[in-house]
């Protein structure tokens, strides 16, 4: 007997319980019938009797007016009984680490070890976690069909499970696929449970910096066909879904965007990253390739696998600043450092390929770039130096709004005299509001604005 149950709030829930919580209201309910469907699950395959034994709950789904993250989610996602049954098996270890050994010993009192549960014990969880061998128990019992549709739905075919939202851990070598830990993907699990989620942190496990900026397109100073060449990426950004989706191209389009972002140092390409993700709200993801990269054979594959397995159906946009470091021409092979170094390079390409989100790519030189790459980029985009008027934007947008210039500067003489990218001159501003900050002033002198100039120049064996 396949025996499921839906596990969303009833539209009968009291008013009141939901204004007292409304960000865990509607899962603590779910999360009970949940237990009572488990519950009933298991006294009708064991025989044991019990109030639950001869039914199954099933609640209507979210009332329209439920904005809690887990309503949202049901709605957003369109669940049936046994998807909404699925996630809260995958949650149950979050909520309540003795959760499954309660149930166990409240129906079958002094119960063993049950091979058709399925389930294992954690290193440092102690409760019982489920497997996939859980979840064909709860979905299908002892139905073959049923067992068997049940797993190629688990194996990939389900939608929760092609988004990643709900997946099968690998098993043991050598042990059956289903033995694998049912797991809910923790950005989820956080979400439903304390209402947000919070940026994964810089570590050797996820090795990226999330970027945030309170600048707006205004602050950017661009050339005019540099910014129209981003406002394309703002779009497939913004509609790619409709694209891919609605418009029917995702049979014939590769999933996800490839840019490459190439011209000098403080042209905008980290800035442009940023507010492209500030602007469609999306969240972006620096690569630091000091932690990617690895002298042992097999860890830079590990190391970006896991960075793509985290990002992946997120939406992020992921932003690899000074991508030569990693994704330089490949070199002929001499030896096996060469062959492996190679192997890195095939691996990434095959990542950023199959990505469905956006991945920039940052350059200081285009022809640092493989070939390969290039031709596997929808767009390239060039951020030159600034010209003349763009510098004197520069020079007047970045200046503190709180101070004036000694008199007899002149901005724009500046912006002629000396050719400097905006990193540049955001520099030269840096120093100079410093020094008058140290002496009292609310006045830029003219003579800091020169002397931070040849610092700026100094750094790069330049001549004014």
Known sequence: MVFVAGLTMSMNAAPELRQAAPSHGLLERAFTLF?????????????ANGPESDRAVRPESPPPDDLTPYGRFVREHDLDTESQLLVMLALAPSLRPDFFDRILQKVLPGAGDYPQLGGLRGRQHRGFLPTGDTALFLLAGDDFEARLRWQALLW??????????????????????MSGRLMLDSDYAERFISGKVRAPRLSLRFPAQHLETALDWTDLVLPSRTLAEVRELE?????????????GMRR????????????????????TATLLGKATGREVYKVDLSMVISKYIGETEK??????????????ILFFDEA????????????????YANQEVSFLLQRVETYDGLVILASNLANHVDEAFARRFEQLVHFPMPRQNERRLIWQKGLPPQVSLEAG???????????MSGGMIMNVIRYASLQAIARGERVLRQQDLLDGIRREYAKENRLE
């Open 156 to 177: 990939g075919e389900h939608p929760l499970v092609k988004k990643g939202i709900v997946y099968l851990e690998e098993p043991a070598e050598g042990e059956p696929p």
């Open 235 to 247: 779009n497939w950004v913004r509609h790619g879904e409709v694209l891919m989706d609605q418009w």
């Open 409 to 419: 500067t002149d901005l724009t003489q500046i912006a002629v005299r000396y050719e």
């Open 35 to 47: 237990e009572r469907t488990l519950e009933a699950r298991l006294r009708a395959h064991f025989g």
């Open 252 to 271: 014939k389009l590769r999933p996800g965007c490839r840019a490459l972002f190439f011209g000098p140092p403080g042209t905008g390409k980290t800035m």
């Open 303 to 316: 190391n970006l696998a896991g960075l793509f397995d985290k990002a992946e159906h997120k939406g992020w």
């Open 324 to 339: 030569d470091a990693l994704f330089g021409k490949r070199t002929q092979v001499r030896d096996s450092h060469d062959r």
